[in-house]
Antibody, heavy 119, light 108 residues
Framework: QVQLQESGPRLVKPSETLSLTCSVS?????????WGWIRQSPGKGLEWIGT???????FYSPSLKSRVTISVDMSKNRFSLNLSSVTAADTAVYYC????????????WGQGTLVTVSS | EIVLTQSPGTLSLSPGERATLSCRAS???????LAWYQQKPGQAPRLLIS???SRATGIPDRFSGSGSGTDFTLTISRLEPEDFAVYYC?????????FGQGTKVEIK
């Protein structure tokens, strides 16, 4: 059974960088698939942030592309999200999920972690 | 990007009743790559339907999806108490992937 778990700071100051990690168990990232980040805020609902392939190719939402970096660490079987220059509008629950990048939807999701942007 | 509009915003029904949820896309969803998710408070979305009409593993057959092109429907044939939740549609045909704003199915 594939399981995903988000971790990282729950409080980030405005203008700083939000950093989250998603640890995957029950499946080796190096074996394939894509791995994505989605966020959910009251104001914007569910929003896809971006996706990384097992080989490190990245795909970002155009609305966030200038501030997002997603990377994969196969040695630790995890992938990470960095979102720079955050504002209060970036306050949301952040989810990681297994993606298929265009052939299937997100099937396995992490439980989500609330990140608040505040000074 | 493809904008998904769900209706109604809220559906008030009783257990045992039939629920019909709509998702309309601003442009054709190629290959009918349209999914439906269920979300309960404090939980991640749970995949119900992919490819507009294929139930995910373990999803009861009271959930069914239909539609093509720009108009899609999720039907819950007889609502069980555990079905009261928020439902989202999502397209994964054209990047960026996008979600609808959700339909809340509440107990009447």
């Amino acid at each position: 059974q594939v399981q995903l778990q988000e971790s990282g700071p729950r409080l980030v100051k405005p203008s700083e960088t939000l950093s989250l990690t998603c640890s995957v168990s029950g499946y080796s990232i190096s074996s394939g698939y894509y791995w994505g980040w989605i966020r959910q805020s009251p104001g914007k609902g569910l929003e896809w942030i971006g996706t990384v392939s097992h080989s490190g190719s990245t795909f970002y939402s155009p609305s966030l592309k200038s501030r997002v970096t997603i990377s994969v660490d196969m040695s630790k079987n995890r992938f990470s999200l960095n979102l720079s220059s955050v504002t209060a509008a970036d306050t949301a629950v952040y989810y990681c999920a297994r993606d298929f990048f265009g052939s299937q939807p997100f099937d396995y999701w992490g439980q989500g972690t609330l990140v608040t942007v505040s000074s | 990007e493809i904008v998904l509009t769900q209706s109604p915003g809220t559906l008030s029904l009783s257990p045992g009743e039939r629920a019909t949820l709509s998702c309309r896309a601003s442009q054709t969803v190629r290959n009918n790559y349209l999914a439906w998710y269920q979300q309960k408070p404090g939980q991640a979305p749970r995949l119900l339907i992919s490819g507009a009409s294929s139930r995910a593993t373990g999803i009861p057959d009271r959930f069914s999806g239909s539609g093509s092109g720009t108009d899609f429907t999720l039907t819950i044939s007889r609502l069980e108490p555990e079905d009261f939740a928020v439902y989202y549609c999502q397209q994964y045909a054209t990047s960026p992937w996008t979600f609808g704003q959700g339909t809340k199915v509440e107990i009447k």
